[in-house]
Each structure stands twice: as structure tokens, then as C-alpha cells.
């Protein structure tokens, strides 16, 4: 390592001020004082210098938004300050009734002021700083937990890596959004269409996406930006007493904040930057989807305190969805695991609310009747809040001649079987069920799945291609491949084939629970396959049962003993059934003790943390399936705690109380132990 005089160290340090201040004039001030060439060669000097000396390097170093090596993965973090969600005002009179509920707290508090400010559609994030510099940004996640993303933030040139103070203050939480502008996703769109790649549907997605690269040199090339909007935590004394004065102070340390902040003295003045910013909306340069409104004075925000999982100090004003003409090119009719026939509009492609949209779901049969669609109709499109695309109606002045009339199918689309209208429901079912190809291959993918009947290296891909081929018409045919079927198939090995079939093999010793899980019974989730398998003695049983003895069953309303009923009552199901077990699916009802097979059952298991090979649902259903149950939290009647990396207060609950502790390797392995043993 080369040694420093003091003239390198003066000459790096005037080299980090230069390019820090520039940075800020370019990224924040938008009031660029060099040209990009300029900036390039002081960045190249500095990376030059570092290289030589890279004892000289710090946290606050402008090389460190080039990113570094990737991460294995995001680490959890708990914020300090709960980062809660804001209660919603979809209208004038919502917003009214929020200025009345933050008066009757404020007894005797004639005027409240208000600030208002455009909602970002990013992602919040919160960013802490010791004696000015960035030592943490976390995502929100569910507002205790989020992920550590500090590598990454630290690529972001609108974002200071040191504060612009002296001095700094000892600790100040910031909070704000990450967002990526309208041009900066237009460009990252042209560059990724460039290479071949997937394109983003939107700046939201695309931010989202780019923040949770595991490597920030990928971050680093994306157009991300940062906007403050908050201090969480500020210990330093002579803090502003204002949301407007602590927004001010905000842009001094070195943050951008949202040029179109507005001060309101009133709720009437809130209403009209809000009708202002919506007929704005378009014009902006980044996205958003309604107003924040935060009382102005800071002290009284803590006599208004918090709700559960809101402040009663803030709203957001959501503006309405956006809507958009666009034309009915087609109807396309899709068949699910459990018959249901959805109707989907094919349209020409239309931007709505950030999104670029070709195709909606028109719902069930009485949508279309509503709507009275004909193809080429020109129809408005709408995001339903915000989210989910929608024909809303038919501009019927513009149809066109001889136009015809969209007609929900009598028969189904992939097998030709009648489809069902039942009168106790809005949706039609394909009455083909395992014969129907689009059925089938559902059926399978769940059967196959780690809940049920757990067929490692069963995919959905591979599935496809099973029935496509014809190898498979029906989950009994899953336990007829063979060797000579397998290895013809696209992309598929020897070794792959082999291990398929061995899993195959192992799937047939399993338990009632999961039997019934994998039949895919509709609204039959793990516990209700559970409840089953507790109360009725064998599958025969469960098979011949009325309609009553189901509803004796604590939870089994009508509807699901129906549900139940009418899956046995066919011949074709009971067929199936009988065809497994010939085959040699088979699971054992009783120990040498002459206790059900229901190995956990009556124990109480609790999970935290993050696991890597399997998700905390799949672990839930897994557990449940063997007759535990599931809990949130950690007590003395805790069986066992399941605890995935970053396992927090939980864990440290479970040591202080003496429950048996299982990481994720000891956890797997013990399901596989159940899995496979005799009992």
C-alpha cells in the first residue's frame, strides 16, 4: 500500500468536496455548474486516486454510488420509528371529515394549517445519518421489518451520501421515496428493449425492481431518484416546530424535496391544491396517485398521536383511477383448475395510470351482459384503484355497423363440455372437470405441489408438456410414466427423469390430510383437509358422507359441504380415487396406540424469520396439513419454534421460555422424517 503525504490528502479531499458538490447542483438543485465531461474527469481522478490509496476511502466517498460486489441477500432490518401507512380520502367529504376529527382532538385549536404534497408512486424508504453520515436505508416492508438496501440506496445521485451541515446533527432519521421519472422509465424501457430483455410496466415496478437488485452495480445504471418528505428522529435541540420549517431544514442538509409543496391555512385551501394538482397531473414529471395532507404544526402531531397503523395527523387525498379509450380487438374465454370460464378483453394497447394495458378481465358471464359488448366496440379502460384493469363501459355512439354481438360460449373453449351456469353463483364452470385439458394440467400442479402430494421436479412447464404430449390425461397417469415416456421430452436429462419418477414413487406413501389437500377440492385448504381427516375414519367415509354430517363439522358452512357433496357425488372423482390407490397411493390411519394419523396434532408451532427453500406459507400449510396448530406468537404452550435467518424477539422469547428451537435444515428434515415414516 502506497504512502500519503499531506498534499495527496489535501488534493483527495478537495477531489470528494468538488464532486459532492457538483452532484448536488446537478442531481438536487437541477443547476448544473460543470459539463458531464467536466464531471467525468474528476470522477476518473478519483477512482485513480482510491485505487493507489484506498486507505484514503470513506463511507461518504462519491465512488461508492458506482455499487460494489452483489450481495447474497437482503438482511432484515427493525425500524426504530414504526413506518406506518396513511389513511385514504377518495373524496371532498373525506377530507372534510378528517379536518373535523383533528379539531375535536384539538380542543380549543381554532386554526390548523396544513401541508400538502404530491404522492410519489415509489417506495418509501427510511434513511439514517450519524454525525451526518449514511450509515442505514431500509425499506418499509411491513413497518417494523424491512430490508437493509444501503449498498444500493448509496447508488442514488439525488440522495446525499454526507449532509451539507457543520455541524451534523448526531442522528437524524429521513424518510422519503424512491422514484424513477417518466423520461428516466421511457429511457431504461429503450435500453432494455435494446438488449432483448423484458421491458418495465411502469416506473413503480421498475423503481421497485431496481432497488432490489442483490447487485448494486445494477442499481447504479438505473435512473432512480430520491424525494424527502419526512424526520422520524432528529437528537439534536432546536429543531424546526413545522412540517413546512423541518421540509426547509430538510433541503439544507442536502435532500430534494418536492418543488410542489404547498402551505394551506385551511381545509378549503388543501382542496384546491388538490383539484389544482390533478388537472396537473398529466404534466408532471413522475407519477402520482393523490396528495399527502400533514398538519402543518409539529406539536400538535403528537397531541393528535397515532392510530394502530396510521397517524391521525395525515391523510392521503387518492385521486380517481385513470381512464383511457381504447378498442375491443377480441374476447378470449379461459378455463381455471376448478371449471370456472372467465371472459378477457383483448384490447389495442392503451396507457392507463402508469400502465400500459392489453388485455382486461370482464369477470363472469353477467359483466358481459352488462357492458352489452360487441367486438370493435370502443370501450373505457380504467385501473381500478389504481391497480387492476377494468372495462367500465361501452361508448356506444361509436360502434360500428353490423357489429357483432360478444356471446358468453355454452360450451367450453378447450374440451367442448357444457359449461354450468348454477344459479347460486355469478361464475360458469366447465362441467368437463378432469377430462378438460385446461383442468387438467391445473390439477396436477397442485396435486404435484410441496402441500400436497410434494412431486419434487414436477413443474409447471413439465406439466405442460405431459399432457400436451398425451403422457398424461389425469393424475393417475402420473404413476405410469416411465423412463422411455420422460427422456423424449424437451430439455429434460436422464438424471432429472429418474429423480422425477423416484419422487413419483415417495408420493405415494403420504397422509389422509394431504391426500384430500391434493384433490383440490374447492375451498378445501389445509385445515378444512385436516378437519376431515380427524373426523372421519378413512377416505370411504369422508366419500359417503351427507350434506349434515358435514355441517355437524365446527367451521363447515352449506356452501362448502356442497362443495364437498357434489366433488365425491361424481363417478369420475370416485374413480380417480380408487385408481390412486390401486396404483399404490396409500397413507396409514392409525399408530400401534390406535391414534389417527395426525402426528402434530394439538401441538403449537410458531415460524419467524426467513427461509430460503421454502416459503412461510408452504411451511404453514405443511404443518397444518400434519395437525398442528399455527400461531403468531410465542408462549409457554409453544411446541416449537421454526426459526429462518434474522429470527428476532421471537426467538429470543423462545431461549427465555425453553421451547425447542428448529433452523430450517432441522425443520425440512423433520417433515421429511414424518413424511417417511411408517407410523
Known sequence: MASINDGIVASYKQLVSDLQTHNHYYHVLDDPRITDGEYDGLMRQLLLVEKQYPQLIKEDSPSKRIGGAPLPEFT???????????????????????????????????????????????????????????????????????????????????????????????????RGEIY???????????????????????????????????????????????????????????????QHGMMRYVGQLGFRTNPDIFFAADIDACERYCNDLLTRRALLAYDIDGVVIKVNDLEKQKVLGFLSRS?????????????????????????????????????????????????????NPDEITRLDLHLGDTVVVRRAGDVIPQVVRVIHERRQKNSSEVLFPKFCPVCDAPILNNTSEVVARCSGSLSCAAQVKQVIKHFASRS?????????????????????????????????????????????????????????????????????????GANYARLLAKHFASIEEIMAAREDELLALDGIGPVLAEHISMFFADPKTCKVIQDLQKKGVHWPLYTADGVRDIPLDGQ???????????SREEAKNILQTFGARVSDSVSSKTSRLVAGDAAGSKLEKANSLDVPVFDEKQFLQFIADIQTSDL
Open 452 to 524: 400436497a402430494m410434494n412431486i419434487n421436479g414436477l413443474g409447471e412447464r413439465l406439466v405442460d408438456q405431459l399432457v400436451d404430449s398425451g403422457c398424461v390425461t389425469s393424475i393417475v397417469d402420473l404413476y405410469d410414466l416411465s423412463l422411455p415416456m420422460l427422456i423424449p421430452l424437451a430439455r429434460l436429462a436422464d438424471k432429472s427423469a429418474r429423480n422425477l419418477l423416484s419422487a413419483i414413487e415417495n408420493s405415494k406413501k403420504t397422509t389422509l390430510q394431504k391426500f384430500l389437500y391434493a384433490l383440490g377440492i374447492r375451498e378445501v
Open 604 to 614: 403449537v408451532w410458531v415460524l419467524t424469520g426467513r427461509m430460503e427453500s421454502i
Open 76 to 174: 432484515q432490518v427493525k425500524h426504530m420509528v414504526p413506518m406506518l401507512s396513511l389513511d385514504n380520502a377518495f373524496g371532498i367529504k373525506a377530507l372534510r371529515d378528517f379536518d373535523r376529527r383533528v379539531h375535536e382532538r384539538l380542543q380549543g385549536s381554532e386554526n390548523v394549517s396544513y401541508l400538502c404534497e404530491p404522492k410519489l408512486d415509489g417506495v418509501a424508504v427510511s434513511l439514517i445519518y450519524e454525525d451526518g453520515i449514511l450509515v442505514r436505508a431500509a425499506t418499509r416492508g411491513d413497518g417494523a421489518i424491512g430490508e437493509d438496501v444501503t449498498s444500493n440506496v448509496k447508488t442514488i445521485k439525488s440522495l446525499p451520501l454526507k449532509l451539507i451541515s457543520d455541524p451534523p446533527p448526531r442522528l437524524i432519521e429521513v
Open 311 to 363: 397517524p391521525r395527523w395525515a391523510i392521503a387525498r387518492k385521486f380517481p383511477a385513470e381512464e383511457a379509450f381504447s378498442q375491443l380487438l377480441s374476447v378470449d374465454f379461459q378455463v381455471g383448475r376448478t371449471g370456472a370460464v372467465t371472459p378477457v378483453a383483448r384490447l389495442s394497447p392503451v396507457f392507463v395510470g402508469g400502465v400500459t394495458i392489453s388485455s382486461a378481465s370482464l369477470h
Open 180 to 242: 424513477m421519472t417518466r423520461q428516466g422509465f421511457e429511457g431504461l424501457n429503450v435500453f432494455v428493449n435494446n438488449r432483448g430483455e423484458k421491458p418495465f410496466v411502469n416506473p413503480r415496478n421498475a423503481a421497485a425492481g431496481s432497488l432490489r437488485q442483490l447487485d448494486s452495480r445494477i442499481t447504479a445504471r438505473r435512473p432512480l431518484s430520491f424525494c424527502a418528505y419526512s424526520v422520524e428522529q432528529y437528537t439534536d435541540s432546536g429543531s424546526p416546530d413545522t
